[in-house]
């Protein structure tokens, strides 16, 4: 059994940096890639960012570009994301998840597994 738990969120000035984790618990050697999505009130779930598992090849959404960072550490079978000059836009719940088949990285209805969920808040 495979189980995804996000930390790290929290309230944060404009501007500010905060810097989440996800820990996974079970079979992460197996993952094809794994990645996060955020879902501001109101709004979809939208793609952040991605990697493979093993080779570390990223993807990111247009809009964090340059300000967020994926990372993986396999050893600890843990996930980050270092989100740096935040936008009150940023604003959302961030859940993280997990993918066995190599497909589509962007596409939130590939994974197979997620995470509870993170809340981040950016003031103006």
């Known amino acids: 059994q495979v189980q995804l738990v996000e930390s790290g969120g929290g309230l944060v000035q404009a501007g500010g940096s905060l810097r989440l984790s996800c820990a996974a618990s079970g079979r992460a050697f197996s993952f094809y890639g794994m990645g996060w999505f955020r879902q501001a009130p109101g709004k979809g779930r939208e793609f952040v960012a991605a990697?493979?598992?093993?080779?570390?090849?990223?993807y990111y959404a247009d809009s964090v570009k340059g300000r967020f960072t994926i990372s993986r550490e396999n050893a600890k079978n843990t996930l980050y994301l270092q989100m740096n000059s935040l936008k009150p836009e940023d604003t959302a719940i961030y859940s993280c998840?997990?993918?066995?088949?190599?497909?589509?990285?962007?596409?939130?209805?590939?994974?197979?597994?997620w995470g509870q969920g993170t809340q981040v808040t950016v003031s103006s």
């Open positions: 990697i493979t598992w093993s080779v570390g090849i990223t």
């Open positions: 998840a997990a993918m066995r088949s190599s497909t589509l990285l962007r596409i939130w209805g590939n994974y197979d597994y």
